[in-house]
Structures are given as C-alpha cells and as structure tokens.
C-alpha cells in the first residue's frame, strides 16, 4: 500500500503564548494545529473532547477570553496572547464542583458523559451572556452542543437552575 504525500506548503512553527486556567504557557505550534490539539496532545488536557472535529457538535467548546468558541476550528497560532479556560480550569481550588458542574449531577444531566465538558462550557456562557432566563432562550442558546444519549431536558434544568440562583 503506497503512503500518501502531503501536498502543500511545508510545516511551518512559531512559539505562541497564552494563559491556559490561570497559568502562562509558552508552546511551539504548527501554524496548521487547532486549539483543540494544543489542548489535548500538547498539554494533556483531555477534559475538552474531539467529537466531530469539524465544529458542529460542540464536544470542543472552551472560553477565549471569556467567549465560547469550538476550539476545534480555532486556530491556535489565534490564541497567543489570548486567555483559553477550559473544562479543568472550572473547578473550585480545592477541586470542588462549580456550580454548574454540581447541578449536572444533581439533574442527572449527564449519561455518557462525553458531551459534558463543552455542554458545561457552554452552560455557563449561556448563563453569563444572560441567555438563561427560560427554557427556550436555553435550547437555542445551547443549540450548538449536541447530546448522543438525549440528556437536553435536564442538562435545560441544570443551566436554569444555575441561572435562578445567580439572578436570585
């Protein structure tokens, strides 16, 4: 079986640096490297998943400078200078659960569990951009992350119920 070459321009590297949960990070990247595989294989934060890679199940989702994104169509060289938060940057100090994350459990808004990292990312930017004041503006606002086992009705219930208590 024959290998297949690379067509193209070559590799091309450039050291970037950015905050990852609070730390600085200083990396050499491939200019053709998502963020996704920045996380996951070069710092070995495996919390963001690689669902469909293509940006359309939101398995990916992480806070760049405080805004969601799907870091899998992210370029990474995009991030320098920038602050990345992700699943593992969440937690409280003393590795209590956020809020949210607690509210996952208590919803029972988690089968698998694969989804749950970027559904959490995204819970709390819905919460945070004000989208989590029914259950509707929750559906739309979380329309991007998608759930292979069907937890929509409590992962709805445990954003809501975050969101009640922060407006509360």
Not at 53 to 70: F, M, N, P, S, Y
Request: aromatic share 2%.
């Amino acid at each position: 079986m024959a290998t297949p070459t690379r067509t193209g321009p070559p590799a091309t590297t450039v050291r970037a640096s950015f905050r990852v949960n609070e730390h600085d990070v200083e990396v050499e990247i491939d200019t053709r490297e998502s963020l996704l595989d920045v996380l996951r294989e070069r710092l070995e934060l495996t919390g963001t998943k690689k669902g469909c890679d293509h940006g359309q199940c939101g398995a990916c989702t992480v806070h760049l400078d405080g805004r969601r994104v799907v870091s899998c169509l992210t370029p990474a060289v995009q991030v320098n200078g920038c602050s990345v938060t992700t699943i593992e940057g969440v937690a409280g100090p003393d590795g209590e659960l956020h809020p949210l994350q607690q509210a996952f459990v208590d919803h029972d808004a988690l089968q698998c569990g694969y989804c749950t990292p970027g559904q959490v990312m995204s819970g709390l930017a819905c919460i945070a951009e004000g989208h989590a004041r029914d259950d509707s503006s929750v559906r739309e606002y979380m329309s991007g992350n998608l759930c292979r086992c069907s937890a929509y009705t409590s992962i709805v219930a445990a954003i809501r119920s975050v969101a009640d208590e922060t407006e509360a």
